[in-house]
């Protein structure tokens, strides 16, 4: 975990020992609208805090509590609770920044803080920092953590991690996916996991009105050769149209993406009037994240994102400027 240092490890172990030990409450929080990657790290950890004794226990996520279908059935749910108790540390887990956990940033500062993530952006909002921008997930950082407290995978435990990895990686198609990746995930698979229904499950299952809303969104898609930019968008309207939970459109900007002539890829996800979740990727020679994070958002390198404000035209004015510079 080439930047995390060993006293990293032994301040975030240490914390994790002592406040199971005392009996004292622990909270786990990932990052609004949680994809597998943050539900994944998230429950993995707190299924290993509960077999290495911890007591009270609870995972919460900001904002709307409405889980994607793919992870309704997810190993470990019953730590999620909405109204968690006053917590006396805290792990935050695949949340760049403090905007991304929501009223729960209020208890930085407060309570000591571990922070496991993977973001380049990362904003130095912990206390202990567990974050590697070279690890393919936050559950690569999250499956170490757990080898370091000396609990054994087990299946419940290993399910979560792998749907983590794989979410992150693309099914291992993404650049970060290096030897230690798959290493990590045959050792996952060591414990009876069933690589192909958790694939179906978590990515090729939509309900049929998904297929509708893909041809449209992709039919309105717009190149511009001359930015090298592919971009297109999803209206709260195309949800309600096919009557859609917004978990559909994840994995969508992947067909914009394979545009040939484009090497940025835009899409945007409206969440409310006047605002939209923008989606970025690159085929490679642009620094998405850059422009993410100059827009308010964060990211990586190949894939990136932020919240918009304003009409899509606007959105995607601000962006051609942030890629210009």
Known sequence: MGEITEDQWAAATGALRTAVAAGDPILLVCHVNP???????????????RK?????????????????????ALPGLD???????????????????????GAYAELLGKVPVIVLDHHASYTGFGDIDLVDSGAAATAVVAAELIARLGVPLDQGIAECLYIGVITDTGSFKYALTT????????????????????????????????VKLYGEVLGRAVLEPENALVWSTASL???????????VLEG??????????????????QVGPAEWSVSMRTRGG?????????????????????????????????IRDALGE
Request: proline fraction near 8%; charge should be negative.
């Open 179 to 210: 030897p230690a990746v798959h290493r990590l995930a045959a050792d996952l698979l060591e414990t009876g996991l069933n690589p192909g229904e958790i694939s179906r499950r978590v990515f090729d299952t939509r309900p049929f009105g998904a």
């Open 79 to 101: 730590l999620l609770v909405t109204a968690p108790e006053p917590p006396a540390l805290v792990v935050t887990l695949d949340a760049a920044a403090e905007s991304r956990l």
């Open 286 to 318: 642009t620094d998405v994240s850059r422009v993410a994070v100059a827009l308010g958002g964060g990211g990586h390198r190949a894939a990136a994102g932020f919240t918009g404000h304003g009409t899509p035209e606007e959105i995607m004015g601000r």
């Open 35 to 49: 994809d597998g990657d943050a539900l994944g790290s998230m429950l993995a950890v707190g299924q290993a805090l």
């Open 52 to 72: 290495l004794g911890a007591t009270r226990l609870q995972a919460t996520f900001p904002g709307p509590q409405d889980l994607p279908e793919p992870f309704v």
């Open 237 to 247: 309207a195309d949800l309600e149209r096919h009557h859609l939970a917004p978990y």
């Open 252 to 269: 969508l900007i992947d067909g914009i993406r394979c545009a040939a002539e484009a090497d940025v890829a835009c899409l945007l996800k």
